[in-house]
Every structure is written in C-alpha cells, then in structure tokens.
C-alpha cells in the first residue's frame, strides 16, 4: 500500500512538473531565443551623385512570423555629397539583439565631356566704329554640372571676345566671338510719296522729299546729295536721284521717275466704270458709248461673262483692275491677300485682251477705311507697294453715288452733272452693275457734250488722282 501511494504522489508531482513545463517553458525557451535578421539586397551599395537611394530593406523573422517593421533603421545617405554612408539595422527580441549593416557609397562618376557653351548672338559681328560692343549673352551647360553659366569667364584679346569655363571634373571649354569695329552697313534712304510720279507739262514740281537712316553714322541726315533734273516744261520722263554715303563709304542711291505729260485740257471727262462686268447692264453701258462715240474706263473683277469684257476691249475702251473677288475681308487681309487676288484678275484680262494692264482702282478707293478692321495701315503700304510693282492706281473726284445714296437715274444724273468742272480732270465714279447708272449714262454724256466736255479714257499719259489715304 505504501508504495501505491508512493507512486501515486510521483504521478501527481510529474503531472504537476509536467502542468508547469508546458505553461510557462515555451514562452521560457523563446525568451532565450534569438530572432532572425537578413539585409535584402547588397550590404555594399554603390550609386552616382545625384541619383536616388532606394533602400531595398531587410528580412526579420522570429518564430516564423514577419518582425521587420520592428527593425530600427538608423543612418543616412546624402545622394548630393559624394562619402561613404553606413546604414544600421536593429532588430530586439527578448534577451537577444539582432544588428546588420550596409555600405552605401556616393560618387561622383569620372567625367571626360566638356562643358558646352552657346552665344547669343552671332560669333561675328561688325559693331559701329564709334561704339562698343554690347554683350549679347551666353550660356555654359555641362552634362554632369547643369547650367554652369555664372562661372564664365570673359576675357577680351585683340578683335576676340574669348568665354571660357570649366566643369567640376575639370573639363574646359572655349568658345570665340569676333567683335570686326567697321560699318558695312549702307544707308536706309525712304522716299515720301510714290517712287513714280506724274505730272501735267508746264506745271510746278515740288519734291515730296524722303528720310534718311543709317546704324552707325548720326550726321548722315546733312549728306544726302539730290540730283533733280526735271524739267516740266518739257514732256519726257525724269529720275530724281538721292544719294548719299555715310562716314564708313557705305553709298546708297534711290531714284523716283518723274513724268512730265501732255497738259490735260480743263473738261475732260473719265467715265470709269467699277465692279462689273455684268449682263443686263455693262452691255446696254457699251451700246450707249458706242452709238454716242465715247471711250470708258473699265475696272473690272472676275464677275460677269469673258465675252462682255472682250466687247469693252474691242471697242476701245480701257481694261483696268479692280481685284478678282472685291472682298474687302479677304483683299484687305494683308499685302499677299491683295497682290494675289489682283494677280487673278490681271490674268483674267490678259487672256481675253493680251493686254498687260497695270491700271488699277482699289476697292473703296485708297481713302477706304474699311481695310483698317483687317489690317491696320495696310494703304499706306498698298498704294507704295503697287506703285513699286509698276502699277498705277487712280481714285475719283466725281462720284456719282450709285453704290450709296443715288438709287434712281435721276439722282446719279444729278450727282455727276453738279460736280464736274471745266478746269480740271474730272474722274467720275460709277458702277456698270448698276441700273440706274445705266439708266442716267445717255443724259450725261448728253449734258457733257452740250458743255464742252472731252472724253478720255485713262492711259499713261493721265494725271494722278489720288485720295489721301487714311487708315
Ligand atoms: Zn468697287
């Protein structure tokens, strides 16, 4: 019996050993375990000034499971210093302390392309013997560096601008400017008024005059020497040449024609007639003309029939132009808009005339200010520009107001017949689009011949008329 009970006071004690061991001996064994810690990626990191640092981080486990967001991580790396950086991985876990640690190297790569440098500006220039040169500006690039302009350097040798910079691995470049203090430039003459003006015989010319620029010399205004040998009491045609050559001996010279024609006899009349051709009207306007012997002037556009245009230039009237579409947005829309829509229209003539016409009237005449809503100032340039392309163009002093106001024959008899005088050129406006143009032509050229009138149709010979241009 006494053993039984020795052995079971055994059993008891082993089962409460055994109780003890399995509570509390894991958390004992664990305790004096240590925990497990591994960098990913190289311990020896080795990356170039400037590029970024990325951890690639750490394995940690401890009994299986992931511990690393626990890992203390100290130290850092300044990726714009060139050194060598140690990182420093920390992982605790009951008596136990886990540390790794890994090399991070910075540096700067070795670095064999030079710096570039750009000028502004030409690396020639001639510059105003009187002046000096002004910097025109520069900028010095390096690959590695960036944008090392501010260490420049600019040192002037002789007739040489010389800039000059080096990078910080010590690579450098040179670059030259050639500063040349001569003036080569000629001077600028600019005429006032047309390049080709004409006059009546035996009346006064008087030089609208010009202005005169050059880069380099300030007294230039005082040198330019005229050369006028108009004479208006003869007919021919004259040049008036400006001249003039700065202090360098740089000449320009620039001429205006000056053509001295056959007085026009006080009464004359210019029929001119804009906008057509067009059936129902321009037609009946040539059989008045020709049954009452009188010659016209006809602007014409690319409307109405070829064959009405022809008519007009058989019968001896005067072909001008008047632009191909008449479509002041698109005319007026800039100096090419215009010459190429007037270049349309001088083809249509050409073909069915042969004739070369460089007789022109501009849409709403050169006082016109509707140009001025599509491009400010363009009839300054236009009545220039066309004179300098070997057109001439006329306006009126007579209108007879049947694209406006006039709307019976009447009215548009009216309208010429009050206006026209005996003591000059009387260029009279109408539309052959128009009715009652048509309608009022007989009585006009009636009232006219009743008064002495002449009739011409405009040629070389005919004096300007021209509005002031007003844009
Ligand atoms: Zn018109």
Redo the contacts with the bound molecule.
């Keep these: 019996m006494k053993d039984i009970a020795e052995l079971h006071r055994k059993m008891v004690l082993f089962f409460i050993g055994f109780l003890l061991l399995t509570i509390s001996g894991i958390p004992l064994i664990m305790y004096f375990s240590s925990p497990y810690l591994e960098l990913k990626g190289s311990n020896e990191i080795t990356i170039n000034i400037n590029e970024s640092y990325d951890e690639p981080g750490v394995i940690a486990t401890y009994y299986g499971n992931d511990v690393s967001p626990e890992v203390i991580v100290t130290g850092n790396v300044d990726t714009t210093k060139p050194n060598t950086y140690k990182i420093k991985y920390s992982l605790k876990k009951g008596l136990f302390k886990k540390e790794k640690e890994r090399t991070v190297i910075v540096i700067k790569p070795s670095n064999k392309v030079a710096p570039v440098i750009t000028l502004k500006g030409s690396s020639s220039v001639n510059v105003c013997p009187n002046k000096s040169y002004e910097e025109e500006g520069y900028t010095a690039t390096d690959d590695l560096d960036g944008d090392i302009t501010s260490n420049v350097s600019v040192t002037t040798k002789d007739n040489k601008i010389i800039y000059s910079v080096k990078d910080s691995s010590g690579n450098t470049s040179t670059i030259e400017r050639i500063v040349a203090y001569q003036d080569v430039t000629k001077p600028t003459i600019t005429l006032k008024g047309n390049s080709s003006v004409t006059i009546s015989l035996n009346s006064k010319y008087t030089d609208p005059g010009y202005t005169v620029t050059d880069n380099c010399d300030s007294t230039i205004v005082n040198k330019v020497k005229v050369t006028n040998n108009v004479n208006p009491k003869e007919l021919g045609t004259y040049e008036v040449i400006y001249e003039v050559t700065d202090s360098a001996g740089n000449k320009t010279s620039v001429k205006r024609t000056v053509k001295v024609v056959k007085p026009v006899q006080g009464g004359v009349i210019y029929l001119t007639f804009?906008?057509g051709p067009k059936n129902g009207t321009t037609n009946v306007i040539l059989d008045i003309l020709k049954e009452e012997g009188v010659k016209a002037t006809f602007?014409v556009?690319n409307s109405g029939p070829d064959s009405l245009i022809k008519r007009e230039y058989e019968e001896g009237h005067t072909i001008a132009l008047?632009t191909a579409t008449?479509n002041y947005s698109k005319v007026y829309a800039s100096v090419d808009a215009y010459f190429n829509d007037l270049q349309i229209v001088h083809d249509r003539v050409k073909r069915l005339t042969g004739v070369d016409s460089k007789i022109i009237?501009f849409?709403?005449g050169s006082s016109n200010t509707v140009s001025r809503s599509y491009s400010k100032g363009i009839m300054t340039t236009l009545t220039k520009e066309v004179t300098s392309r070997g057109y001439r163009y006329f306006d009126w002093n007579v209108s007879c107001e049947d694209?406006g106001g006039a709307k019976t024959k009447t009215q548009v008899y009216n309208n010429v017949i009050k206006n026209l005088s005996n003591k000059r050129v009387n260029m009279v406006l109408m539309?052959d689009i128009k009715p009652q143009t048509r309608d009022a032509l007989r009585d006009i050229i009636e009232y006219a011949k009743a008064n002495n009138f002449t009739f011409a149709t405009i040629d070389e010979n005919t004096p300007d008329v021209h509005h002031r241009v007003s844009n």
């Design positions: 804009d906008d602007f556009t008047h008449h009237r849409p709403g694209a539309h």
